[in-house]
Nanobody
Framework: QVQLVESGGGLVQAGDSLRLSCAAS????????MGWFRQVPGKEREFVSS????????TYADSVKGRFTISIENDKNTVYLQMNSLKPEDTAVYYC?????????????WGQGTQVTVSS
């Protein structure tokens, strides 16, 4: 069984930085994609960024391009989301997700979420 555990959220001021981590365990992930999503109350979960388990093919939502960077450490089975120049509109619960097979449409596993709050 796959487990995803996020950490690194918190309360920061606008312009500050945070780094989120997501540790994965339970299976090998050669063909997988790791992604970050976020959700605010009353809205659907939205895509933030994703990366292939190999470390290539990173993608970003337009709203975070140039400010967020996704990376992966395969030997630690951990994906990171470096968030710089944070804005109040980045406030959300951030979730990491794992898509076991990159060609699938849906993510198979989700973490429990970590709260990020950016004050103005």
């Amino acid at each position: 069984q796959v487990q995803l555990v996020e950490s690194g959220g918190g309360l920061v001021q606008a312009g500050d930085s945070l780094r989120l981590s997501c540790a994965a365990s339970g299976r090998t992930f050669i063909y997988s994609i790791m992604g970050w999503f976020r959700q605010v109350p009353g809205k659907e979960r939205e895509f933030v960024s994703s990366i292939y388990w190999s470390g290539g093919g990173s993608t970003y939502a337009d709203s975070v391009k140039g400010r967020f960077t996704i990376s992966i450490e395969n030997d630690k089975n951990t994906v990171y989301l470096q968030m710089n120049s944070l804005k109040p509109e980045d406030t959300a619960v951030y979730y990491c997700g794992l898509k076991l097979r990159s060609w699938d449409t849906a993510y198979d596993y989700w973490g429990q979420g970590t709260q990020v709050t950016v004050s103005s």
